[in-house]
T-cell receptor, first 115, second 114 residues
Framework: DTGVSQNPRHKITKRGQNVTFRCDPISEHNRLYWYRQTLGQGPEFLTYFQNEAQLEKSRLLSDRFSAERPKGSFSTLEIQRTEQGDSAMYLCASSLVGRVSQPQHFGDGTRLSIL | DQQVKQNSPSLSVQEGRISILNCDYT??????FLWYKKYPAEGPTFLIS?????DKNEDGRFTVFLNKSAKHLSLHIVPSQPGDSAVYFC?????????????FGRGTSLIVHP
């Protein structure tokens, strides 16, 4: 069990640049979730995929954010034209489908810093 | 508006004693509840969960209690150990798009003193 893997661990970029993060879920998990966590807050849901289908998006996910999971395995989260307020920890989680109440397993996150 | 509240930002407990972490929620659509533990520089780790059809779930030293009428849940850790020192997040879930989607509280930092 290799766990959920996220790359890169840290990303520092200038305001206005585009950034892309990658998440590799636990291999047998067909659900994948993205969250954002800022200082002093809990994780906030952004979006989730079942296989390659994006089934739910939060209103937090502005049109500068896009997520893909093209082959139902790894996923990418892209932020275009980054803003200071995008500085946060971006967490990915995965779970099994079949039993609705399966807990999610989190990766260690990608910390984004906007200069 | 915070739908899930953890009103104690921190809690300090002596090793061997009981730790009680509390959580309140406002959305009556929540029907699956979880606790996650988080160490620095790591992602949250699932600890224990409870469905709304139950009022208690126990796993070793960890017990979660749910009071639906009060919209309140708590996590009891007994006996507490120094390795339990971490931030604990309460999460309350509702089904959206076919999956339980959790709403997290802000966390409670637990420190267990030897």
């Amino acid at each position: 069990d290799t766990g959920v893997s996220q790359n890169p661990r840290h990303k520092i970029t200038k305001r206005g640049q585009n950034v892309t993060f990658r998440c590799d879920p636990i291999s047998e998990h067909n659900r994948l979730y993205w969250y954002r966590q800022t200082l002093g807050q809990g994780p906030e849901f952004l979006t989730y995929f079942q296989n390659e289908a994006q089934l739910e998006k939060s209103r937090l996910l502005s049109d500068r954010f896009s997520a893909e999971r093209p082959k139902g395995s790894f996923s990418t989260l892209e932020i275009q034209r980054t803003e200071q307020g995008d500085s946060a920890m971006y967490l990915c989680a995965s779970s099994l489908v079949g039993r609705v109440s399966q807990p999610q397993h989190f990766g260690d996150g990608t910390r984004l810093s906007i200069l | 508006d915070q739908q899930v509240k953890q009103n104690s930002p921190s809690l300090s407990v002596q090793e061997g004693r009981i730790s009680i972490l509390n959580c309140d929620y406002t959305n009556s659509m929540f029907d699956y509840f979880l606790w996650y533990k988080k160490y620095p520089a790591e992602g949250p780790t699932f600890l224990i969960s409870i469905s709304s059809i139950k009022d208690k779930n126990e796993d070793g030293r960890f017990t979660v209690f749910l009071n639906k009428s009060a919209k309140h849940l708590s996590l009891h850790i007994v006996p507490s150990q120094p390795g339990d020192s971490a931030v604990y997040f309460c999460a309350a879930s509702e089904v959206r798009g076919g999956s339980y989607i959790p709403t997290f509280g802000r966390g409670t930092s637990l420190i267990v003193h030897p």
